[in-house]
């Protein structure tokens, strides 16, 4: 197992926005994307504003805003607000931060936009439509690396997942959820092959290569959960038990590893390589880290966590934006840095 650590910092020079939220379709149709318009394809180039390289975004205060984080792990600066397309209702931000989703008010399909674009572009973000996505999903969930996605129809009762983020878009399967009861949590691994999910009566779901719902149990609460990028491994926290395991095998006997009974965490984070697991307890600001490939756990410098999103480089995590931007940065992996 490996897990993350990353560092958070804010930026300063672009940006006004408004935010979406998605409701995914009933239909199995193929998934369109404009891509061209909204998200770059083939080879990634670094993200820069005005010659600024981009860390990444801070959401809110209200449900449609968006600013640019800026600068270096070390010398972030927040900027200005991104402008999102008229109507936003909601924004969702996946991990690495490399799109956006947006919800809108007026019963259009969820839309996918690459806000790096907007920083060189007089700031208005220009989102493409997802066809066969749903206005108002109920629950979106994104994968630890954000390749994939989840959203979850309370309407229809099925759970659709998006493969290919962000450069080819794709419908890879819909889950109907039958009658089990409603969908309050979720996630999904890298490659959209295996979705785990809690529904409102407790029970806890697995559904594997798009194959029949299984329920599964565990010792341990899920406070936070989410899988190591680019495997098939989850790793859940339960504060009330001071736990952190992971569990994996769910095709067979679902087994479960005990990491550390010495953390209440309430957040986690992983790095993009799965290395480092990072778990925070937000209430008493107390930070720790997991080194996957030992597992050993090693006590971090306490700060005000009011996040734990992983910005652009899969290495640094923004902790709070406010008063002062606070991040946690990996660019030595056995050495993390608090910026602030």
Not at 57 to 78: D, N, S
Not at 198 to 227: E, I, M, N, V
Not at 305 to 327: A, I, M, N, Q, Y
Request: some cysteine; hydrophobic content about 45%.
């Amino acid at each position: 197992m490996k897990f993350l650590l990353a560092a958070l910092a804010i930026a300063g020079a672009v940006l006004e926005a408004q935010a979406p939220t998605a409701a995914l379709s009933a239909h199995t149709e193929s998934l369109n994307v404009n891509a061209s318009r909204a998200v770059a394809t083939g080879t990634r180039a670094p993200a820069t504003s005005a010659g600024v390289p981009v860390l990444g975004y801070v959401l809110g205060p209200g449900p449609a805003e968006i600013r640019v984080i800026l600068g270096t792990a070390r010398k972030p600066r927040l900027g200005s607000r991104l402008m999102a397309p008229e109507g936003t209702s909601r924004i969702y931000l996946p991990p690495r931060e490399h799109y956006v989703f947006i919800e809108n008010s007026f019963a259009q399909p969820l839309a996918i936009a690459d806000p790096s674009r907007a920083a060189n572009a007089g700031l208005q973000i220009d989102a493409a439509p997802i066809v066969g996505a749903a206005p108002h999903p109920a629950l979106v969930a994104f994968s630890p690396r954000g390749e994939a996605a989840l959203l979850y129809d309370s309407a229809s009762k099925r759970i659709a997942v998006l493969t290919g983020l962000p450069a080819s878009p794709s419908l890879m399967r819909q889950l109907p959820v039958g009658n089990a009861s409603a969908i309050t949590e979720a996630a999904l691994t890298d490659d959209g092959d295996l979705v785990v999910a809690a529904t409102s009566d407790g029970k806890l779901l697995s559904s594997s290569a798009g194959g029949s719902w299984t329920t599964w149990s565990s010792a341990y609460a899920h406070q936070a959960w989410s899988f190591v990028p680019a495997s098939h491994e989850l790793i859940m926290s339960d504060p009330a038990q001071a736990a952190i395991v992971s569990v994996s095998q769910f095709d067979k006997t679902v087994e479960t590893r005990i990491l550390t009974l010495q953390v209440q965490a309430d957040r986690l984070g992983l790095t993009k390589d799965g290395e480092q697991l990072i778990a925070a307890d937000s209430a008493n600001g107390r930070l720790w880290m997991i080194d996957l490939r030992t597992e050993a756990l090693t006590p971090l410098a306490s700060a005000k966590v009011e996040s734990l999103s992983c910005l652009r480089d899969g290495r640094t995590f923004l902790l709070s934006p406010s008063p002062d931007l606070s991040l946690l940065s990996f660019a030595a992996p056995d050495a993390p840095r608090l910026s602030r």
